[in-house]
T-cell receptor
């Protein structure tokens, strides 16, 4: 069965420092992997996705994540964070087919960027 | 703006009551998903509909039901409400079965 583990519930970091948000998943079949971000009082927004191909995927605002099949991980990184990156980040795993599709989310990691 | 519309934004009701949450997906999206977000349970997948048909079920209680109509909007019905049903309920839509999800801003349900 699918499961997603986000290893850190909260990550405080100073502005301009690097950050890594960790995500491990378990699944018995091929999966699609996503990171979503949730700002206060809003729904989740897609940050980046891995469907196939290159194992390193990037977002438009400087985040990147690397799919590691052997370690079943999909960690999110940013070399230099901004105050505006403060939000909750969710790792998600999707599996299924045209008959039915589920996206399962991790518990979330609250990133708090301090000045 | 994700293009997914959820109404109402807030709902306050009493235990034992029944409510209906509504979702209009992005134009062109055939898939609709419902999620429940609470502090202790996180984001829980409830149900997936594709073009009017139920396709996958998650941790949805028997007191909850959903449907997707021919115009592709969806409704989530919650009955015999309990205090523990208080949560944010999100609807999401996608264009294909393996595409990223686009979320609405949610309906905050408070059961008193």
């Amino acid at each position: 069965a699918q499961s997603v583990t986000q290893l850190d519930s909260q990550v405080p970091v100073f502005e301009e420092a690097p950050v890594e948000l960790r995500c491990n998943y378990s699944s018995s079949v091929s999966v699609y992997l996503f990171w979503y971000v949730q700002y206060p009082n809003q729904g989740l927004q897609l940050l980046l996705k891995y469907l196939s191909g290159s194992t390193l995927v990037e977002s438009i605002n400087g985040f990147e994540a690397e799919f590691n099949k052997s370690q079943t991980s999909f960690h999110l990184r940013k070399p230099s964070v901004h105050i505006s990156d403060t939000a909750e980040y969710f790792c998600a795993v999707s599996e299924g087919d045209t008959g039915g599709f589920k996206t399962i989310f991790g518990a979330g990691t609250r990133l708090f960027v301090k000045a | 703006d994700s293009g997914v519309t959820q109404t109402p934004k807030h709902l306050i009701t009493a235990t034992g009551q029944r409510v209906t949450l509504r979702c209009s997906p992005r134009s062109g999206d055939l898939s609709v998903y419902w999620y429940q977000q609470s502090l202790d349970q996180g984001l829980q997948f409830l149900i997936h509909y594709y073009n009017g048909e139920e396709r996958a079920k998650g941790n949805i209680l028997e007191r909850f039901s959903a449907q997707q109509f021919p115009d592709l909007h969806s409704e989530l019905n919650l009955s015999s409400l309990e205090l523990g049903d208080s949560a944010l309920y999100f609807c999401a839509s996608s264009v294909q079965w393996n595409s990223p999800l686009h979320f609405g801003n949610g309906t905050r349900l408070t059961v008193t």
